[in-house]
């Protein structure tokens, strides 16, 4: 299948693929690597299906153990979708957060999870008026988005062009872009002071 999306939870030690762009795709498996084996989870018991998508995004936040789920476009192509919903591993059970004032939707939105202050930052995606150049933060704890207003920003990117993820020996988000340039984020928590991430001040780790 193309655009469905993929997510390890280490919870239950497994990799979990959902949805994708095939009208047929609209179901969740999860693949156990030691046992090399496939299972169809949605058919199991009492299942709270969210509605199909593709080019969505998912990640997995240790601290409520649970797997969000953001964005993508309906399998028609007619919305663009800005729900969130909360994956619960062990139950495998949905659920449909309905966070208050969620960002606008979009697909392929960038997600990584910062383990210092466990928050979810979510960058950029793919809206109606094409690419979006946007930053939230989404708190698991209060089941509450943030808009962030960033002095400077990478500007929007498409859809294949760029990767995000968190540093975590660092305390910072990277962005990666293919033609070249790179970009540190460091969230600080509402009301703390401001701080500048200096050029050079990120250690190479290789």
């Known amino acids: 299948r193309e655009e469905a999306c993929m997510v390890y939870v280490p919870t ?6 959902m949805d994708g762009s095939c009208a047929s795709c609209r179901d969740l498996w999860g693949y156990k690597y030691a046992a090399n084996t496939w ?11 969210p509605p ?16 969000m789920r953001f964005g993508g476009k309906s399998h028609d192509g007619s919305t663009f979708l800005g729900d969130t ?13 309905t966070p208050p004032g ?22 950029g995606g793919y809206g109606d008026g094409g690419p979006i150049n946007d930053t939230w933060v989404y708190h698991p704890d209060t089941n509450l988005w943030e808009k962030l207003y960033p002095p400077t920003s990478p500007g929007a990117f498409g859809r294949w062009s760029w990767r995000l ?8 988000f990277m962005i990666w872009e293919d033609a070249g340039s790179m970009w540190a984020f460091r969230y600080v928590p509402s009301g703390q002071p401001q701080d500048q ?9 290789r």
Do not use: C
């Not at 239950?12 to 693929?17: I, M, R």
């Not at 919903?85 to 957060?97: E, F, H, M, S």
């Open 12 to 17: 239950t030690d497994e990799t979990l693929v």
């Open 39 to 49: 299972v169809r989870k949605d058919t199991l018991g009492s299942w709270t299906r």
């Open 52 to 67: 199909g998508r593709r080019t969505h995004s998912m990640i997995f936040i240790p601290s409520i153990n649970r797997v």
């Open 85 to 97: 919903w909360l994956y619960d591993p062990v139950a495998n059970q949905w659920t449909n957060a």
């Open 102 to 123: 969620s960002p606008p939707g979009r697909l392929a939105p960038g997600l990584a999870y910062d383990t210092r202050n466990n928050v979810v930052l979510m960058e």
């Open 165 to 172: 993820a968190y540093d975590q020996s660092n305390g910072v």
């Open 197 to 205: 991430i200096a050029r050079g001040a990120i250690r190479d780790l």
